[in-house]
Antibody, heavy 121, light 110 residues
Framework: QVQLVQSGSELRKPGASVKVSCKAS????????MNWVRQAPGQGLEWMGW????????TYAQGFTGRFVFSLDTSVSTAYLQISGLKAEDTAVYYC??????????????WGQGALVTVSS | QSVLTQPPSVSEAPRQRVTISCSGS????????VKWYQQLPGKAPKLLIY???LLPSGVSDRFSGSKSGTSVSLAISGLQSEDEAHYYC???????????FGGGTKLTVL
């Protein structure tokens, strides 16, 4: 079945970096784009952007440029989110979610289980 | 402050019907397809409605979506305790060039 499995929880100090993975299975990886969504503790969902798995071209939402990098390893059907210069306010659950490759993101029909990133000294 | 506006909470008794509203503007809901996601406590979101009013395979037909202008609604009939969750509307925003979510509505089944 279609599945997105994310890496586990991470604890980092302010200023450090973290890389979250999202491994896809059950479908052709390059037929769907991968989106990233942030959910701060007790808060709503926030779209961070997406990456075209065909071209590798990433698009970042406002507020997620500079310290956030989306990447791929298509040989293992895995998408990555790297965050550098971590701040306390980056503490959140990060979800990957697939959508059809189109001019703009379509509906997110499959989500990863989420990866909790905690930033604390 | 979310671009799409939802009530923070709604509540209703079991077996009753409840609606959750989501209002936006011409740059998002008024010009693009709306999706609804259900997030059960401690779980990842799940697609509930897409293209304003379509149900993905496996989603109960107790859920329905509708759209009028720059507002949408999610209706849940025959409420059950397992419907207790947060519900989020979402759409592409042409002005912001991004996906925008509502702030989420917490549904309590009394």
């Amino acid at each position: 079945q279609v599945q997105l499995v994310q890496s586990g929880s991470e604890l980092r100090k302010p200023g450090a970096s973290v890389k979250v993975s999202c491994k896809a299975s059950g479908y052709t990886f390059t037929h769907y784009a991968m989106n990233w969504v942030r959910q701060a503790p007790g808060q709503g969902l926030e779209w961070m952007g997406w990456i075209n798995t065909n071209t590798g071209n990433p698009t970042y939402a406002q507020g997620f440029t500079g310290r956030f990098v989306f990447s791929l390893d298509t040989s293992v059907s895995t998408a990555y989110l790297q965050i550098s210069g971590l701040k306390a306010e980056d503490t959140a659950v990060y979800y990957c979610a697939r959508s059809l490759i189109a001019a703009t993101p379509d509906f997110f029909d499959c989500w990863g289980q989420g990866a909790l990133v905690t930033v604390s000294s | 402050q979310s671009v799409l506006t939802q009530p923070p909470s709604v509540s209703e008794a079991p077996r009753q019907r409840v609606t959750i509203s989501c209002s936006g503007s011409s740059s998002n809901i008024g010009n693009n397809a709306v999706k609804w996601y259900q997030q059960l406590p401690g779980k990842a979101p799940k697609l509930l409605i897409y293209y304003d009013d379509l149900l993905p395979s496996g989603v109960s037909d107790r859920f329905s979506g509708s759209k009028s202008g720059t507002s949408v609604s999610l209706a849940i009939s025959g409420l059950q305790s397992e419907d207790e969750a947060h519900y989020y509307c979402a759409a592409w925003d042409d002005s912001l060039n991004g996906v925008v979510f509502g702030g989420g509505t917490k549904l309590t089944v009394l």
